[in-house]
C-alpha cells in the first residue's frame, strides 16, 4: 500500500474516532432545566453554535446574526445557544421546542470535513430537531475529495435531507453549486455573508500605514517564506502592522466577544490599507472603509466570494497571482499616505438577506 493511501486511511481513521467521541459526550451529557430567561410565552429564535471561541469572523458572524434577527424580529427573544454547550442545550431544548419557535445556525466556513467537530454538532442540531423550521445562515461548504471527504458528504447528505424543514443559505457561488447537488431536497439560497450587513466604519479617524492580515494556517495558500517576503516589501514603504482574525485557542463570553471585535475594527479604521488572504479580513476592510488587496486562501473561499459579491466593490482589489502581487507593491510604494478611504456598504447585501430571511421562514 502506497504511502499517501495509508496516510488516508489513517486521517478516516482518526476523524471516525473523533466522532465516536463526540458521540460518547453527547450520550453521556444530561439534559438541564430549561434557563428562565428562555421561559418566556413568545415565540422564541435560536442562534445554535454561536461562537464563543478566538475567531473573530465567526465572532462577528454571531454578533451580526443576533443583530439582525432582533431587528427583524422584535416580539421574539432572540437567544444565542453557544458553541460550547450545544450537546447539552439541544438535549434541554428537544422537548421544549414550540413549533413557533425558530432555530438558525451560524454562518460561516465550517460546512463540511475540514472542521469534522463542527460539522458533527451541525448535523446533531439538525437529527435533534426533525421537523422544526431550520435556517443555517451564509456557509461556505467544501467536503474534500477524499476517501473521509466522500464519507463526510454522504453522511451530511443523510442527514440534513431527512429533516423535513430545512433552509440552507450559502454565502458563494461555488458553494450553492455544492449545496444545490449535495442536497437536493433541501431550499438552498444564495446570499452575503451576515457581516456585511454591519457598518463599522466610524468614528472617522487618520488613516496610516498597513494592516497585514495574513493566514498561518491549513488555509493558507501563500507560504511561510513568500509572506515574509509581502511584509518586508510593504514596511519598505509604509508602517506594517499584523492582526489576525484569529487570536487563539481561547473561551470568550459575549462581553470579550465584543471587545476584540471592537478593537481589531478600530485598527482597520486607522490603517490606509489591508492585506488579507482571509475571508473575514477582507470583510472587515469593507465594512469599516477601508480599501484593501486580497488573495485567495487554499480552499478559494476568498475568491470565490469576491466574485459572487465583492468584484464590483472598487476598494476591494483581489490578486489572481504572484506577478499581480508584485505589480500593485510597486503602485502602493507610490500611492501610500494619498490612498482615499472606501464608503460602507449601502444595505444592499442587507436587503437581500432579509427578503431571503423572510421567505423561508414564512414557508
Known amino acids: 500500500m502506497r504511502g499517501s493511501a495509508r496516510g488516508e486511511m489513517r486521517t478516516f481513521a482518526q476523524r471516525q474516532l473523533l466522532r465516536a467521541k463526540l458521540r460518547l ?41 443576533v443583530a439582525l434577527l432582533e431587528e427583524m424580529y ?16 439541544v438535549k434541554t431544548l428537544r422537548s421544549e421546542l414550540r413549533p413557533d419557535d425558530l432555530v438558525t445556525m451560524i454562518g ?36 474534500s475529495d477524499t476517501s473521509y471527504g466522500r464519507w463526510s458528504r454522504r453522511r451530511s447528505q443523510r442527514v440534513l435531507e431527512r429533516h423535513g ?5 450559502v454565502r458563494e457561488e461555488a458553494s450553492y453549486e455544492r449545496a444545490r447537488e449535495t442536497f437536493p431536497g433541501c431550499a438552498v439560497e444564495l446570499v452575503p455573508d451576515v457581516v456585511l450587513c454591519l457598518d463599522r466604519s466610524r468614528p472617522v479617524v487618520e488613516r496610516a500605514g498597513v494592516i497585514v492580515s495574513l493566514r498561518r494556517d491549513r488555509e ?24 489576525d482574525t ?8 459575549q462581553a470579550d466577544a465584543d471587545e476584540a471585535l471592537a478593537a481589531i475594527w478600530s485598527d482597520f479604521r486607522a490603517a490606509e490599507v489591508v492585506v488579507t488572504d482571509r475571508l473575514h479580513g477582507m470583510i472587515f476592510a469593507v465594512i469599516t472603509g477601508t480599501p ?55 444595505g444592499a447585501f442587507k436587503a437581500r438577506l432579509v427578503s431571503v430571511l423572510r421567505s423561508a421562514d414564512d414557508g
Open 292 to 346: 484593501c488587496v486580497v488573495v485567495d486562501s487554499a480552499t478559494g473561499k476568498v475568491g470565490d466570494f469576491h466574485r459572487t459579491w465583492l468584484s464590483g466593490v472598487p476598494s476591494v482589489r483581489f490578486l489572481p497571482d504572484e506577478p499581480a502581487m508584485a505589480g500593485w507593491l510597486a503602485e502602493l510604494a507610490q500611492d501610500i499616505g494619498h490612498v482615499e478611504p472606501a464608503s460602507a456598504p449601502d
Open 165 to 169: 424543514d430545512l433552509t440552507l443559505l
Open 25 to 65: 459526550h453527547h450520550t453521556r451529557t444530561r439534559a438541564l432545566p430549561l434557563p428562565p430567561t428562555w421561559d418566556v410565552s413568545s415565540p422564541r429564535v435560536f442562534v445554535m453554535l454561536a461562537a464563543d471561541y478566538g475567531n473573530l469572523g465567526d465572532l462577528a458572524i454571531t454578533q451580526a446574526q
Open 246 to 253: 484569529h487570536i487563539g485557542d481561547v473561551r470568550l463570553d
Open 74 to 89: 422584535p416580539q421574539r427573544l432572540v437567544i444565542p445557544v453557544p458553541i460550547s454547550r450545544t450537546t447539552v442545550s
Open 108 to 143: 460561516g466556513g465550517n460546512t463540511g470535513d475540514l472542521y469534522d467537530d463542527i460539522q458533527w454538532l451541525r448535523e446533531l442540531v439538525v437529527r435533534s430537531f426533525p421537523g422544526q423550521r431550520i435556517i443555517s445562515f451564509p456557509q461556505s461548504i467544501e467536503f
Open 220 to 243: 493558507a495558500l501563500i507560504s511561510p517564506s513568500r509572506r515574509s517576503e509581502v511584509i518586508a516589501a510593504l514596511a519598505a514603504v509604509a508602517a506594517v502592522r499584523e492582526r
